[in-house]
């Protein structure tokens, strides 16, 4: 019973002391309180689409409570920011409390329509978070850059649901383009007026044909992509000065090279793809090909940081020149089921931080059904931070699996003496399949030295003497130029680039 009667009186003691009301919260002055920043700045957004979420930090450096009479956006409530303060959401905020020597989190957002504000294509929209205290004020600048777009993105029903298009017999969130859109005109023609923003699976109808002018930014939602049906055509053509660029559609700095952002793009049966001087990064697979009895011609063409794969080609017909690949879960090149490829010039790197991960994976199938493979590599290299950047696997005859490399790097190690490297495929000796090839078996031999393989720039340098001048010059003549437009006719050196100094930062 005694035991009873105390613990009632605990919980009694705990229960009074928890509804004290004695806590004297003063008027602020506004010389108690300091800030994480002076100034909010909002990455980038597209206009109409809400921002992340951002945060400014309130201290009470003082040793009194106060009450802050006033927090409030300068615009009110016509600013297209929002704010939490203490958990509440709002515009405008009166009397929050504030413990001594305590802090408070002010959480930032924003969307903005860019043309209630300018009819420019971008437009620097500001505010200010102000503070009042009395007669002091204290104020905080809130910034961001609104940039115009076009949004496409399946259209949606009456009964609530929304387009979708068929691909291997699964309806997709997805949509056709259309080149008599009533919002849009013609959405087969994309010009560099105005970014792209692609929510869902956008498709080139069957026998149309989707030109990409020069300097053209495209951005994709999560889980949307660029697809050709049957006998369509991509036309993706940018310059050395101004490429095409397809990646996410998240604009901070934090999402800059982060992998997955969106799916890739799809090329399939029967369709034609020309690419050149065209950047695809931040993927699932950055372009997939697949059963491909059309004509795919890649040029000056740079794919970065895909979950998977930056080329995953299957069963196609691919033509390419000046390649450069790197930092991908799988592989840089990834060819499957055969196929028919020419490559020269090519740079299937791969640095990503993880483990199984190679440069180069080629197979014929899966043992049951074999695809013939005719593949060729030329004045290339094949490296990365594997200790082998090149994987083959041979369905079963070796008459299916046709390849040669030429003139080319390839990196292979061996360790463990995990393969045979006396017999078929990987008997690097055997010159009807690696013809004055350079062999790098240990970390020191014949290092590319790229300039800096974290910003995949993929440039070697004057250290890497072994590549420099090694190329064939008759390899040579069918990529004139390196990927930044400078001849090697005279000299040509392995891979995409011509090598820069090693100094160059």
Same mark, same amino acid.
């Given at each position: 019973?005694?035991?009873?009667?105390?613990?009632?009186?605990?919980?009694?003691?705990?229960? =009074?002391?928890?509804?004290?009301?004695? !806590?004297?919260?003063?008027?602020?002055?506004?010389?108690?309180?300091?800030?994480?920043?002076?100034?909010?700045?909002?990455?980038?957004?597209?206009?109409?689409?809400?921002?992340?979420?951002?945060?400014?930090?309130?201290?009470?450096?003082?040793?009194?409570?106060?009450?802050?009479?006033?927090?409030?956006?300068?615009?009110?409530?016509?600013?297209?920011?929002?704010?939490?303060?203490?958990?509440?959401?709002?515009?405008?905020?009166?009397?929050?409390?504030?413990?001594?020597?305590?802090?408070?989190?002010?959480?930032?957002?924003?969307?903005?329509?860019?043309?209630?504000?300018?009819?420019?294509? &971008?437009?620097?929209?500001?505010?200010?978070?102000?503070?009042?205290?009395?007669?002091?004020?204290?104020?905080?600048?809130?910034?961001?850059?609104?940039?115009?777009?076009?949004?496409?993105?399946?259209?949606?029903?009456?009964?609530?649901?929304?387009?979708?298009?068929?691909?291997?017999?699964?309806?997709?969130?997805?949509?056709?383009?259309?080149?008599?859109?009533?919002?849009?005109?013609?959405?087969?023609?994309?010009?560099?007026?105005?970014?792209?923003?692609?929510?869902?699976?956008?498709?080139?109808?069957?026998?149309?044909?989707?030109? +990409?002018?020069?300097?053209?930014?495209?951005?994709?939602?999560?889980?949307?992509?660029?697809?050709?049906?049957?006998?369509?055509?991509?036309?993706?053509?940018?310059?050395?000065?101004?490429? +095409?660029?397809?990646?996410?559609?998240?604009? &901070?700095?934090?999402?800059?090279?982060?992998?997955?952002?969106?799916?890739?793009?799809?090329?399939?049966?029967?369709?034609?793809?020309?690419?050149?001087?065209?950047?695809?990064?931040?993927?699932?697979?950055? =372009?997939?090909?697949?059963?491909?009895?059309?004509?795919?011609?890649?040029?000056? =063409?740079?794919?970065?940081?895909?979950?998977?794969?930056? =080329?995953?080609?299957?069963?196609?017909?691919?033509?390419?020149?000046?390649?450069?690949?790197?930092?991908?879960?799988?592989?840089?090149?990834?060819?499957?089921?055969?196929?028919?490829?020419?490559?020269?010039?090519?740079?299937?790197?791969?640095?990503?931080?993880?483990?199984?991960?190679?440069?180069?994976?080629?197979?014929?199938?899966?043992?049951?059904?074999?695809?013939?493979?005719?593949?060729?590599?030329?004045?290339?290299?094949?490296?990365?931070?594997?200790?082998?950047?090149?994987?083959?696997?041979?369905?079963?005859?070796?008459?299916? !699996?046709?390849?040669? !490399?030429?003139?080319?790097?390839?990196?292979?190690?061996?360790?463990?003496?995990?393969?045979?490297?006396?017999?078929?495929?990987?008997?690097?000796?055997?010159?009807?399949?690696?013809?004055?090839?350079?062999?790098?078996?240990?970390?020191?031999?014949?290092?590319?030295?790229?300039?800096?393989?974290?910003?995949?720039?993929?440039?070697?340098?004057?250290?890497?003497?072994?590549?420099?001048?090694?190329?064939?010059?008759?390899?040579?003549?069918?990529?004139?130029?390196?990927?930044?437009?400078?001849?090697?006719?005279?000299?040509?050196?392995?891979?995409?680039?011509?090598?820069?100094?090693?100094?160059?930062?």
């Amino acid at each position: 019973m005694k035991f009873l009667y105390n613990i009632i009186l605990i919980v009694c003691l705990v229960s =009074l002391a928890s509804c004290r009301d004695d !806590f004297n919260f003063e008027p602020a002055t506004g010389s108690e309180l300091t800030f994480s920043k002076d100034t909010v700045y909002l990455d980038t957004i597209f206009s109409n689409i809400g921002s992340s979420t951002y945060n400014l930090k309130v201290y009470n450096n003082s040793n009194k409570d106060i009450k802050i009479p006033s927090i409030r956006l300068g615009k009110g409530d016509n600013s297209n920011f929002r704010l939490m303060v203490d958990g509440m959401p709002g515009k405008s905020f009166e009397n929050i409390e504030l413990l001594a020597k305590d802090s408070m989190f002010i959480f930032v957002e924003t969307t903005v329509d860019i043309k209630q504000q300018t009819n420019g294509k &971008e437009f620097l929209y500001t505010d200010e978070i102000l503070f009042q205290a009395g007669n002091n004020q204290q104020k905080i600048d809130l910034v961001t850059l609104v940039k115009d777009a076009v949004f496409l993105y399946p259209q949606k029903f009456q009964n609530g649901s929304y387009e979708s298009i068929t691909i291997n017999d699964d309806q997709i969130y997805g949509f056709f383009l259309d080149e008599n859109d009533a919002t849009n005109g013609n959405e087969l023609e994309w010009n560099n007026d105005k970014p792209y923003v692609i929510y869902g699976y956008a498709a080139v109808p069957p026998n149309k044909t989707l030109n +990409i002018s020069t300097g053209t930014e495209i951005h994709f939602h999560r889980n949307s992509a660029l697809v050709s049906f049957p006998t369509s055509t991509i036309n993706a053509e940018g310059s050395i000065e101004t490429p +095409i660029l397809f990646q996410g559609d998240r604009l &901070e700095p934090n999402f800059e090279d982060t992998p997955g952002q969106w799916s890739g793009i799809l090329i399939g049966q029967n369709s034609n793809v020309n690419i050149k001087n065209t950047i695809i990064k931040n993927a699932v697979n950055g =372009l997939l090909i697949n059963a491909n009895n059309g004509t795919a011609s890649l040029e000056n =063409l740079q794919i970065y940081n895909c979950e998977e794969a930056a =080329l995953l080609l299957a069963t196609a017909n691919v033509t390419g020149s000046n390649i450069v690949t790197n930092n991908c879960g799988v592989a840089g090149l990834v060819i499957a089921n055969g196929g028919t490829y020419d490559f020269t010039h090519c740079t299937f790197a791969n640095y990503w931080s993880r483990q199984n991960q190679t440069a180069v994976i080629m197979n014929n199938g899966d043992g049951t059904n074999a695809f013939a493979l005719n593949a060729h590599f030329k004045n290339s290299i094949i490296y990365g931070n594997a200790s082998e950047s090149l994987l083959m696997i041979p369905a079963n005859k070796e008459s299916n !699996f046709t390849f040669k !490399f030429e003139y080319s790097l390839v990196k292979f190690q061996n360790s463990a003496n995990r393969f045979d490297t006396t017999s078929f495929p990987y008997n690097f000796s055997n010159t009807a399949n690696f013809n004055n090839c350079l062999l790098a078996k240990n970390f020191n031999e014949h290092q590319p030295y790229f300039l800096n393989t974290s910003k995949n720039e993929l440039m070697i340098t004057d250290k890497a003497t072994s590549l420099i001048n090694y190329g064939n010059p008759f390899f040579a003549q069918q990529a004139a130029q390196d990927l930044l437009g400078k001849s090697r006719l005279t000299s040509a050196d392995l891979g995409a680039y011509q090598h820069v100094s090693s100094s160059v930062d």
